[in-house]
């Protein structure tokens, strides 16, 4: 079972039932929408642009909220709001374990798919 600070599947095994392919192919789409939205945090940090890099905090949190990572929610949570009021102090660390725990739950991901495979 994945560690549910990580990865928590409760809510879409209840939205999906028995679809475990539907899951896993899900998860998989969250984590390249995360890729897609990290480069975007880097673009943003690398031109100090405090709004670009909100929004694509704001779209790591949606889509890691939508499958349940949790930390990954959080931390994108966190750079959201400090981005928001136009703050990029400690955004480069924040993005960094935003990784780190993407990390994590890619590992939960591979081992869900392995699971159900």
Do not use: C, Q, W
């Not at 790591?60 to 939508?66: D, E, F, L, Q, V």
Request: proline share 1%.
């Amino acid at each position: 079972m994945p560690d549910k600070d990580v990865l928590d599947l409760t809510r879409l095994e209840e939205a999906f039932e028995d679809d475990v392919t539907g899951i896993a192919d899900l998860l998989e789409m969250a984590l390249e929408t995360g890729k897609k939205h990290r480069r975007a945090i880097e673009a943003g940090l690398a031109a100090g642009d405090a709004t670009a890099v909100a929004r694509a905090a704001h779209g790591i949190k949606g889509s890691a909220g939508n499958i349940g990572a949790n930390v990954v929610y959080r931390l994108a949570a966190e750079l959201d709001e400090r981005a928001r009021t136009g703050s990029l102090e400690g955004a480069h660390e924040r993005a960094g374990a935003i990784d780190a725990a993407y990390a994590r739950v890619a590992e939960e991901v591979r081992a869900y798919r392995a699971r159900v495979s």
